[in-house]
């Protein structure tokens, strides 16, 4: 069983009496975001969606759709990142390689 706490305003899960890490959602677009200086705020705008959808669909509270995740991508490969993918950007993160 998970169990969620509240600590400190952060949401913790706890699987058999050990703390789980967080794990950042996004990881990839967020480091494109950040590296362009492009905020929640302005991609909300271009996937038309307001800033509490677009905040939800980040932390995955919601679910990015197939047409958020083409324009996202498109705007940055025109921004220079040639080699973002769909899967890159919007998949890879949440999943673990197993060897």
């Known amino acids: 069983m998970i169990l969620d706490h509240l600590v400190n305003f952060t ?29 929640q705020n302005d991609l909300s705008t271009l996937v038309g969606d307001s800033s509490h959808t677009f905040g939800k669909k980040i932390n995955a509270l919601a679910e990015f759709t197939f047409n958020d995740m083409v324009e996202i991508k498109e705007y940055f490969r025109q921004k220079g990142e040639v080699n973002l993918t769909v899967d890159s950007l919007f998949f890879e993160w949440n999943f673990t390689i197993v060897k």
Do not use: H, S
Not at 14 to 31: N, S
Not at 32 to 38: C, K, P, Q, S
């Open 11 to 39: 949401i913790v899960k706890i699987y058999r009496g050990e703390i789980m890490q967080p794990k950042v959602t996004f990881p990839e677009l967020r480091a494109v975001m950040a590296r362009y200086g492009v905020t």
